[in-house]
């Protein structure tokens, strides 16, 4: 992506955010956004639950109706939360971290994966 698209992507992230009231609102405009960017069918915000160690889906593209929640260590974003580090994955059901379940309950058949953790401004992952 050219720099000149990059600076025109993170100004209407910017400017989408600012509009928001809250956090899901916020977090709902992100995922359209990069989701519409680099093309992807469907995109999912995952945050921790630091009481029950769980993610859970707070924003989710898709015929999606109902929370996801699983351990915050299992399949591709739980190692990407565990190990502060974004992960690429070419091929889902190839890759051994990849929680075939959610597939199974959402209907829907993952083929490759763009995960990243999310920051809050002091760096915490959430």
């Known amino acids: 992506m050219a720099k000149n698209n990059i600076d025109k992507l993170l100004l209407k992230i ?39 160690q769980e993610l859970f889906s707070i924003v989710a593209q898709g015929n999606l109706k109902r929370e996801i929640r699983f351990m915050n260590n299992k399949g ?10 974004g992960v690429i994955v070419d091929d889902a059901y190839k890759d051994d971290r990849f929680n075939k379940t959610i597939d199974m309950r959402t209907g829907y058949r993952t083929k490759n994966i763009l995960c990243a953790p999310l920051r809050t401004l002091s760096g915490e992952v959430i």
């Open 76 to 85: 591709i974003a739980g190692w990407s939360f565990s190990n502060n580090k």
């Open 14 to 52: 910017s400017n989408d955010l600012a509009l928001t009231d809250n956090l899901e609102d916020a977090l709902d405009s992100l995922v359209n956004i990069t989701s519409s960017v680099i093309g992807s069918e469907r995109a999912t915000v995952f945050i921790n639950d630091e009481f029950t």
